[in-house]
């Protein structure tokens, strides 16, 4: 809905909402077409056209169904016509670009990409061919393409994913310290006192167990064995 506006009404310029709650309020005090027309900056053929567009059926206190202008009704009507304002649809009235488009979907298995590079590839004329967006568009809306919608199509629709640019992940190291950069004495297992700790899996969906060795003189020996759980 159009907003109001304070300032003279231009002459010319498309009747608003709030120029139409004027108007009937003019026609509620029984003003004459001439005087409102000055009052509102217009002819009065522009007010007796905006009055039979706004007329709808208004029933009163005894039941009894009259005409009578509705500024609300009015406004609707007009937000109707102007939303079909517009250029008209690339396709136009090419019914065989619409039945090639509908046959090679359905029967052939082509995608609408597939369907414009066969169409260009092999030079077919077709008054009302549109690009591949707007096919997939008037696809969409169902209005153009009536017997084919996007469960038609092999992927239904779906892009493949765009990959615009691989960034690199850095590998950060962890706080603690590797096995490997332990001392050559620890590893030679001459020196007692150090501990070494493993893990033993059993079979999928059984319970592993951990296990904590020390390493002595004589070989490792199993001091604590508990359950991972």
């Given at each position: 809905?159009?907003?109001?506006?304070?300032?003279p009404?231009?002459?010319?310029?498309h009747?608003?909402?709030?120029?139409?709650?004027?108007?009937?309020?003019?026609?509620?005090?029984?003003?004459?077409?001439?005087?409102?027309?000055?009052?509102?900056?217009?002819?009065?053929?522009?007010?007796?056209?905006?009055?039979?567009?706004?007329?709808?059926?208004?029933?009163?206190?005894?039941?009894?169904?009259?005409?009578?202008?509705?500024?609300?009704?009015?406004?609707?009507?007009?937000?109707?016509?102007s939303?079909?304002?517009?250029?008209?649809?690339?396709?136009?009235?090419?019914?065989?670009?619409?039945?090639?488009?509908?046959?090679?979907?359905?029967?052939?298995?082509?995608?609408?990409?597939?369907?414009?590079?066969?169409?260009?590839?092999?030079?077919?004329?077709?008054?009302?061919?549109?690009?591949?967006?707007?096919?997939?568009?008037?696809?969409d809306?169902?209005?153009?393409?009536?017997?084919?919608?996007?469960?038609?199509?092999h992927?239904?629709?779906?892009?493949?994913?765009?990959?615009?640019?691989?960034?690199?992940?850095?590998?950060v190291?962890?706080?603690?310290?590797?096995?490997?950069?332990?001392?050559?004495?620890?590893?030679?297992?001459?020196?007692?006192?150090h501990?070494?700790?493993?893990?033993?899996?059993?079979?999928?969906?059984?319970?592993?167990?951990?296990?904590?060795?020390?390493?002595?003189?004589?070989?490792?020996?199993?001091?604590?064995?508990?359950?991972?759980?």
């Amino acid at each position: 809905m159009q907003k109001t506006r304070t300032e003279p009404r231009k002459r010319g310029q498309h009747f608003t909402y709030y120029d139409r709650v004027k108007l009937r309020a003019y026609l509620d005090l029984r003003i004459p077409t001439g005087q409102i027309a000055k009052s509102l900056n217009c002819c009065p053929n522009t007010v007796r056209n905006e009055i039979r567009r706004g007329l709808c059926d208004k029933m009163l206190s005894d039941l009894r169904i009259i005409k009578s202008y509705d500024p609300y009704y009015a406004q609707s009507q007009y937000d109707i016509k102007s939303s079909n304002k517009g250029p008209c649809l690339k396709v136009g009235n090419d019914h065989g670009y619409v039945k090639f488009v509908e046959h090679m979907i359905v029967n052939e298995k082509y995608s609408p990409d597939a369907i414009t590079g066969y169409i260009n590839e092999n030079e077919i004329a077709f008054p009302g061919q549109v690009s591949t967006s707007t096919l997939y568009r008037y696809i969409d809306s169902g209005d153009i393409f009536v017997n084919v919608s996007r469960e038609n199509l092999h992927m239904q629709g779906k892009r493949k994913r765009i990959y615009n640019k691989i960034k690199r992940v850095r590998v950060v190291k962890s706080l603690n310290r590797c096995i490997d950069e332990r001392p050559p004495e620890i590893a030679s297992r001459d020196e007692y006192g150090h501990w070494e700790m493993d893990l033993v899996e059993g079979k999928r969906g059984g319970s592993g167990q951990f296990l904590l060795a020390l390493a002595v003189f004589s070989g490792p020996e199993i001091v604590h064995r508990s359950s991972p759980h």
